[in-house]
């Protein structure tokens, strides 16, 4: 008898198995895609040629870094820089030490980094 109750266990215990599988998997999948949602700013065009021409053109930027989550831009010329303007799209301000910029957006700064210095 008790080998006939491990049998007619096995296909129960099997589909248990796959069923919580197949369960984890799609937990993961959500997981990432709702970080990638989350991780995906939509960093455009015109944004970034406004952040150009407020920190004095192509010709004024010398170094694009990111630093504590602050974009960090050295410039050649402060006072090409339309500070203003910058504060207005900035989420906290804008800190300047010489030719310095310190500025944290509501966005991604690693990735308006990049698309700024796609176009330098």
Same mark, same amino acid.
């Given at each position: ?23 984890? !998997?799609?937990? #993961?999948?959500?997981?990432?895609? &709702?970080? $990638? ?5 939509? =960093?455009?065009?015109?944004? +970034? ?28 010329? !402060?006072?090409? #820089?339309?500070?203003?303007?910058? &504060?207005? $799209? ?5 800190? =300047?030490?010489?030719?310095? +910029? ?19």
């Amino acid at each position: 008898m008790d080998s006939g109750a491990k049998i007619s266990l096995f296909p129960l215990i099997l589909a248990i198995c796959v069923a919580v599988i197949i369960i984890s !998997i799609v937990i #993961v999948v959500v997981i990432l895609t &709702k970080k $990638k949602k989350n991780t995906r700013i939509n =960093v455009n065009d015109d944004f +970034i040629n406004e952040l150009i021409k407020y920190y004095g053109n192509k010709e004024n930027i010398n170094n694009i870094t990111v630093d504590n989550g602050r974009l960090k831009i050295t410039v050649s010329d !402060i006072d090409t #820089v339309d500070l203003n303007a910058i &504060k207005e $799209k900035s989420a906290s301000g804008v800190f =300047v030490t010489g030719n310095v +910029i310190k500025t944290l957006y509501k966005l991604d700064s690693e990735l308006i980094c990049k698309e700024m210095k796609k176009r330098l």
